[in-house]
């Protein structure tokens, strides 16, 4: 058809270095004006995909290509890469690796100037496109770092957008950002989908949040092939989601524990157009009185204490602000807020990365200013976002044995506590494996492993799911709850509503380096003021809670959560 | 950008030259700055660049941290060639007129004297300047520049990544090493050579991989927006020539010719006043 800007037909993908193809018969097309969105696993071909339909594949990646792929009517081969990059437009995840210029106006030029546009039209587009996501006059002379990743992102897109293409690709746009700007994001995709007539292609796993615009089409991918390719509403009615380790939306899971059965003319592709009849209300709220109510549980005692925290950085602003707060043991707590809030800098003060230059730290009562950077790690361990920035062995016996063997314990306690905390991470199996063999999920295990090794008492992990679909995201978050229980303080800095909702008995709030709130999770993620201060996003279950006339929308959060943390899961 | 450039952003004719003009200048100024030892050249280099510095609103107190630097490299360059060549003028300048001495072979004459005199000069007549382009030169500009003065724009475009991702790296430097020194990973000189290696493995390790993974997404988002699509490409901070910057540029060339000119009156690269 000649509106279709890209086609796939019977189109499979091998990379050279891998012994069974990624991509396995794949028949797809796109047309001018459609927005599809496309999600799956990791590991399901989602990205092959992605890079198939910009041209990286065949041109940046080898490998061997069956059946067709046609883009704009022609094929990959006839069009070359960067023929094919007037087509297609690409948003890469990363929005700080991919910002190339030394300012916002240079970047946004990129394009152009490759192209040998010359001025005053060079200065003019960039200019426009600009305008066209928002970016202000002000910031055209800006460096990346004088940038939120929200700003960032529109930057990336206007450098696409400067040159007039018939699809944009978005290889998860939501990564990286705090829940109030991706909401944000998903409605800037879609008004400039509008306004310019583009097709959108959108590649993302966190699906309720890529349904808060609507979407023509979704197409569901497991292991490398095309298992569904529907419209939002049919898809959600279905139990292909849940087989194939996808999150579905909240508040689908909710009215399906209420019984609710789910018809695509009752429109669930997201909570704003849902429509439910009366004995569907009265369903859902006969579901919320039957739960019990949760029965707080008891207090642990005190671990840490932080008393009146005050921290600036060399010549820059006040990024922390009068911070006090106390952490339990075995609780398992949520850090959220905005990119500069104060969240990183504050889990760096517990760790002794920085030096607060006013208030205490105190570990059951001990003076913590005493301690340096090596003594505190034994009782705060501290987990990068990225576990490629933390392993530096070749063996996976060995990275998790660095930190005792750099304070000289015997090898033969090295071995028992190496083998423990292997045990512990259920890396066990793999103790005389290299790193390099692992996924990215299990090199994360170990580097937790490599500081659980150090027996400390506290555990602060930056991001610990960030990257991860539903099913590597559970493995994870059981397994930090585990640790919880087993007595270990964990402290999770995320911007993922669902895994502080899910799994944090508390959250901390941080906002312009001031703690805003410290509350129960379901009570943070359902009052609208706070929500908008902190740039979080309200959770779906609390507008069907309202929907459904439930008065106490806090309390059908609570029971919720009780009911997956009790009932579902093992 | 606090790496290589100290660019400062001021309205002034200097700031208004492009950078390819600046970026020829300097290598004209440069060049003249080496090649003479003619003392009348050296002097009126110091006091032109004083007038440029004038022009370009560039206070001392910007560049004093570099000045002071170069002083003191100054003054032990001199010492040096003293302390191992105390009689160096007298070989030069073929006379040998004694002031004083020191003791032993320590004898100060006055074509000593002037040989030191030259050798400050030629300090004021080159580094100023360098000062100068470097304070007055968006960096944003100098890649354009060096693609217009031939280089080819690849090459060009390195050093602006360069420029670009330095910063990223710095910090992502010292993220891992915080993360690590918390594993006990110690940078400090107390301990032997091998362990600091070691310790150096644990954290540029991490930090080439990363890299790596980087340049790969770096190369990937050039890519796709046409980087490298066509033998040339435009620069959108590139500026064009004004009256003002061939101005400048002959100014140059005149002051690199009348160097080469002095060296052939000369009849070689001192001037010599002994020779009376």
């Known amino acids: 058809m000649r509106d279709e800007i890209i086609r796939f037909e019977h189109f499979g993908f091998q990379y050279n270095a891998q012994s069974e193809p990624t991509l396995h018969d794949i028949n797809f097309s796109v047309r001018r004006g459609e927005k599809v969105l496309v999600c799956g696993p990791s590991g399901c071909g989602k990205s092959?995909?992605?890079?198939?339909?910009?041209?990286?594949?065949?041109?940046?990646?080898?490998?061997?290509?069956?059946?067709?792929?046609?883009?704009?009517?022609?094929?990959?081969?006839?069009?070359?890469?960067?023929?094919?990059?007037?087509?297609?437009?690409?948003?890469?995840?990363?929005?700080?690796?991919?910002?190339?210029?030394?300012?916002?106006?240079?970047?946004?030029?990129?394009?152009?100037?490759?192209?040998?546009?010359?001025?005053?039209?060079?200065?003019?587009?960039?200019?426009?496109?600009?305008?066209?996501?928002?970016?202000?006059?002000?910031?055209?002379?800006?460096?990346?770092?004088?940038?939120?990743?929200?700003?960032?992102?529109?930057?990336?897109?206007?450098?696409?957008?400067?040159?007039?293409?018939?699809?944009?690709?978005?290889?998860?746009?939501?990564?990286?950002l705090d829940p109030a700007t991706g909401k944000a994001a998903i409605e800037m995709i879609d008004d400039l989908q509008k306004s310019t007539g583009a097709a959108v292609v959108i590649i993302e796993h966190r699906l309720e949040d890529a349904l808060h615009r609507d979407v023509d089409r979704v197409v569901l991918m497991g292991e490398g092939r095309i298992l569904m390719d529907v419209s939002p509403d049919e898809l959600l009615c279905g139990d292909a989601l849940v087989k194939s380790g996808i999150r579905e939306p909240?508040?689908?899971?909710?009215?399906?524990?209420?019984?609710?059965?789910?018809?695509?003319?009752?429109?669930?592709?997201?909570?704003?157009?849902?429509?439910?009849?009366?004995?569907?209300?009265?369903?859902?709220?006969?579901?919320?009185?039957?739960?019990?109510?949760?029965?707080?549980?008891?207090?642990?005692?005190?671990l840490l204490e932080a008393e009146h925290i005050r921290f600036a950085y060399a010549g820059g602003h006040e990024a922390l602000r009068d911070v006090s707060l106390r952490l339990r043991r075995g609780e398992l707590v949520a850090i959220v807020g905005t990119n500069g809030a104060g969240k990183s800098t504050f889990s760096k003060v517990v760790c002794g990365f920085e030096v607060q230059r006013e208030g205490a730290l105190r570990l059951e009562g001990e003076d913590l200013n005493a301690l340096s950077i090596k003594q505190r790690a034994e009782?705060?361990?501290?987990?990068?976002?990225?576990?490629n920035q933390m392993i530096s062995q070749v063996m996976i016996f060995d990275e998790v044995a660095l930190g005792l063997r750099t304070r000289g314990v015997p090898e033969d306690e090295v071995k028992a506590r190496v083998e423990a905390a292997l045990k512990t991470c259920g890396l066990w199996p793999f103790r005389s494996w290299p790193v390099s063999a692992l996924s990215f999920g299990q090199k994360k295990r170990v580097t937790i492993a490599s500081i659980l090794v150090l027996r400390p008492r506290i555990l602060i992990l930056d991001e610990p799911t960030a990257g991860q679909d539903f099913r590597?995201?559970?493995?994870?978050?059981?397994?930090?709850?585990?640790?919880?229980?087993?007595?270990?303080?964990?402290?999770?800095?995320?911007?993922?509503?669902?895994?502080?909702?899910?799994?944090?008995?508390?959250?901390?709030?941080?906002?312009?380096?001031?703690?805003?709130?410290?509350?129960?999770?379901?009570?943070?993620?359902?009052?609208?003021?706070?929500?908008?201060?902190?740039?979080?996003?309200?959770?779906?279950?609390?507008?069907?809670?309202?929907?459904?006339?439930?008065?106490?929308g806090r309390g059908f959060v609570r029971r919720f959560i009780a009911h997956e943390r009790e009932a579902v899961r093992p | 950008m606090r790496n290589l450039f100290n660019y400062i952003d001021r309205p002034?004719?200097?700031h208004?030259?492009?950078?390819?003009?600046?970026?020829?200048?300097?290598?004209?100024?440069?060049f003249a700055a080496m090649l003479t030892y003619d003392t009348r050249l050296l002097a009126l280099l110091p006091l032109l660049s004083m007038g440029l510095f004038m022009l370009s609103r560039i206070r001392l107190r910007d560049v004093r941290f570099m000045l002071g630097f170069t002083a003191v490299f100054m003054v032990l360059n001199n010492l040096l060639v003293f302390l191992f060549s105390p009689q160096h003028g007298v070989t030069l300048f073929g006379t040998r007129h004694e002031l004083f001495s020191l003791g032993g072979r320590y004898v100060v004459t006055a074509e000593q004297l002037f040989y030191h005199l030259n050798l400050v000069l030629k300090y004021l007549a080159s580094i100023p300047i360098v000062l100068l382009f470097v304070c007055t030169t968006n960096p944003s500009e100098f890649a354009a520049s060096l693609n217009r003065v031939g280089v080819k724009y690849s090459v060009a475009y390195s050093v602006a990544l360069a420029l670009r991702y330095i910063p990223d790296i710095q910090r992502e430097y010292h993220d891992i090493s915080q993360a690590q020194q918390a594993r006990g990973i110690e940078m400090t000189r107390r301990q032997s050579l091998f362990k600091r290696l070691r310790s150096a493995a644990a954290i540029l390790i991490p930090l080439i991989l990363s890299s790596m993974d980087r340049i790969e997404t770096i190369s990937n988002a050039m890519s796709l927006r046409g980087f490298g699509k066509n033998k040339k490409r435009t620069w959108y901070m590139g500026r064009r020539f004004t009256g003002w910057d061939f101005a400048a540029m002959a100014l140059c060339l005149a002051l690199l010719l009348a160097a080469l000119a002095l060296n052939r009156i000369n009849g070689g690269r001192f001037w010599n006043p002994f020779a009376a």
């Open chain 1, 48 to 176: 092959t995909l992605a890079h198939c339909i910009n041209g990286l594949i065949p041109f940046s990646y080898r490998g061997e290509r069956t059946g067709s792929l046609t883009i704009a009517g022609k094929t990959a081969d006839a069009l070359g890469l960067f023929g094919i990059s007037r087509h297609v437009g690409t948003v890469l995840q990363d929005s700080d690796d991919q910002f190339i210029g030394l300012t916002v106006a240079e970047d946004i030029a990129f394009a152009l100037e490759n192209d040998c546009v010359a001025d005053p039209a060079l200065h003019e587009r960039t200019a426009r496109a600009a305008a066209l996501v928002g970016i202000d006059e002000g910031h055209m002379r800006h460096a990346p770092d004088e940038l939120s990743g929200g700003q960032k992102q529109r930057v990336a897109l206007a450098g696409v957008m400067v040159e007039s293409v018939d699809l944009l690709l978005f290889d998860e746009p939501l990564a990286n």
């Open chain 1, 250 to 302: 909240l508040y689908v899971t909710a009215l399906r524990y209420a019984g609710v059965k789910l018809t695509p003319d009752m429109a669930p592709r997201n909570i704003a157009a849902l429509r439910l009849n009366e004995a569907d209300r009265e369903k859902v709220r006969a579901w919320y009185r039957e739960q019990p109510e949760e029965a707080p549980g008891e207090e642990a005692p005190v």
């Open chain 1, 379 to 387: 009782s705060i361990g501290y987990v990068m976002q990225n576990p």
């Open chain 1, 472 to 552: 590597h995201y559970t493995e994870i978050m059981e397994f930090l709850r585990d640790l919880s229980a087993q007595g270990y303080t964990v402290v999770m800095i995320t911007h993922d509503m669902h895994l502080m909702l899910e799994y944090a008995g508390r959250a901390l709030v941080f906002s312009g380096g001031e703690l805003i709130a410290d509350d129960a999770c379901a009570a943070v993620l359902t009052d609208p003021a706070l929500i908008e201060r902190a740039s979080l996003k309200e959770t779906s279950l609390y507008a069907l809670a309202v929907m459904c006339g439930i008065e106490d």
């Open chain 2, 12 to 14: 002034s004719p200097i």
């Open chain 2, 16 to 30: 208004r030259l492009t950078g390819a003009t600046k970026l020829v200048c300097l290598l004209l100024w440069s």
